[in-house]
């Protein structure tokens, strides 16, 4: 695996699309671009963004990156779960405006991360939709689930870990 060459972000250095979606992402979160940088992967010689921005909660496992999936589509990564532009969007202006609501929206709380704790899939990360009914309950009585999962929030006020019987009891408010 190469590892990206990085230096500091430059607009006028990076491709096209790194400054479309920079402009956008900077606009609705102008606190990101003090986190910002560009890379180069392999031998390419076009520069792209890249942004690391720590959790709230100073865990290092709920950081935010956000970059361009070879040099052109944008892609979110929070903690061990990450998303590409194409998935949220049939279009590209439609997928940018979509994964900075999906920023957004985890920065709000609206979306935590969660993991699986223990099992063959130990550590297993995903999104889950804290404004959907019954989304823990849903994701708890799937087939292969361990029975428990570790909860990561932006700021930590959601972190915990929650199993089946903390629901039956309902000890998870």
């Known amino acids: 695996m190469d590892v990206p060459e990085k230096a500091e972000f430059d607009e006028d250095e990076v491709t096209e699309e790194s400054r479309i979606f920079a402009a956008l992402l900077f606009a609705r979160l102008p606190g ?88 063959k899939e130990d550590g297993w990360a995903e999104l889950l939709d804290m404004s959907e009914e019954d989304v823990l309950l849903e994701r708890l009585t799937r087939p292969k689930t361990p029975g428990r999962v570790r909860l990561r929030s932006w700021t930590g006020q959601l972190d915990r870990e929650v199993s089946l019987e903390d629901l039956e009891r309902g000890t998870f408010a």
């Open 32 to 119: 990101f671009r003090r986190y910002a940088a560009m890379e180069q992967i392999r031998d390419d010689e076009a520069w792209t963004l890249v942004v690391n921005v720590p959790a709230a909660s100073g865990d290092r496992r709920a950081k935010l990156v956000i970059w361009l999936n070879n040099g052109y589509e944008p892609s979110v990564g929070f903690g061990g779960w990450h998303t590409h532009g194409g998935f949220w969007g049939d279009t590209e202006d439609i997928a940018r405006s979509a994964l900075i609501d999906l920023i957004e929206d985890i920065l709000a709380e609206r979306y935590v991360l969660c993991e699986d704790i223990g099992g």
